[in-house]
């Protein structure tokens, strides 16, 4: 699985977005991009997830770049709430059993009022 | 909806003491992973089982065994515990077939060794 780089840290004020940019420029065509977050000590929620369109659900929008090499995950209207330790993991889909996740350093979100 | 129970939440150890975490799937869920998070550490993973069979192995030390059972709940047995133990585990579990939506976690269980 492709290793990816996000940035430790990052703050948004209560009711912007929040946009979380990942690297991930070793990625392979058959690759997706998945966005956990651990918020403090539970654990990890699925957000979202996609492999080349841009994708959007109840809880966030995936953007990924035409080269596949990076992507960003937008919150629209961050709350306090969603202050948390997120997560961009790249995985194969083996089409069965998904496997180990491989959790890397994640970048700690600030939502302030 | 039912999610992925963890028992117990809070468990306190002495060092070489054993320790034994359950986990509950969701229903119908058939494979079952252990993850291992130390103080201030990202998710490690431990090992997981599908269809009560062995199915993938991380940095799981050699004190610590698993398994599922017939009705797919997971135990995880920690021996000889030492300090470094102390750690948040979480169990998650998956349905085959339905891996595009990720996995869900439990609420994990809090291990303190002393």
């Not at chain 1, 492709?2 to 703050?11: G, L, R, V």
């Not at chain 1, 995950?73 to 993991?89: G, K, M, Q, S």
């Not at chain 2, 291992?36 to 993973?45: A, E, I, L, S, T």
């Not at chain 2, 709940?73 to 077939?97: I, K, P, Q, R």
Request: charged share 20%.
């Amino acid at each position: 699985d492709a290793k990816t780089t996000q940035p430790p840290s990052m703050d948004c004020a209560e009711g912007r977005a929040a946009n979380l940019p990942c690297n991930h420029s070793t990625i392979s065509g058959n690759e997706y991009v998945y966005w956990y977050r651990q918020i403090h000590s539970q654990g990890p929620q699925y957000i979202i997830h996609g492999l080349k369109n841009n994708e959007t659900n109840e809880m966030a929008s995936l953007i990924i770049t035409e080269d596949r090499k990076s992507s960003t995950l937008i919150l629209p209207h961050a709350t306090l709430r969603d202050t948390a330790v997120y997560y961009c993991i790249v995985r194969l889909d083996r089409g069965s059993t998904l496997g180990r996740l491989y959790f890397g350093r994640g970048t700690q979100l600030t939502v302030w009022p | 909806a039912a999610g992925v129970i963890q028992s117990p939440r809070h468990l306190i150890k002495e060092k070489r003491e054993t320790a034994t975490l359950k986990c509950y799937p969701i229903p119908r869920h058939d494979t079952v992973y252990w993850y291992q998070q130390g103080p201030g550490q990202d998710p490690q993973f431990l090992i997981s089982f599908y269809e009560k069979m062995q199915s993938d192995k991380g940095s799981i030390p050699d004190r610590f065994s698993a398994q599922q059972f017939s009705d797919y709940h997971s135990e995880l047995n920690m021996s000889s515990l030492e300090l470094g133990d102390s750690a948040l585990y979480f169990c998650a579990s998956s349905l085959t077939g339905r891996g595009n939506y990720g996995y869900t976690f439990g609420s994990g269980t809090r291990l303190t060794v002393v």
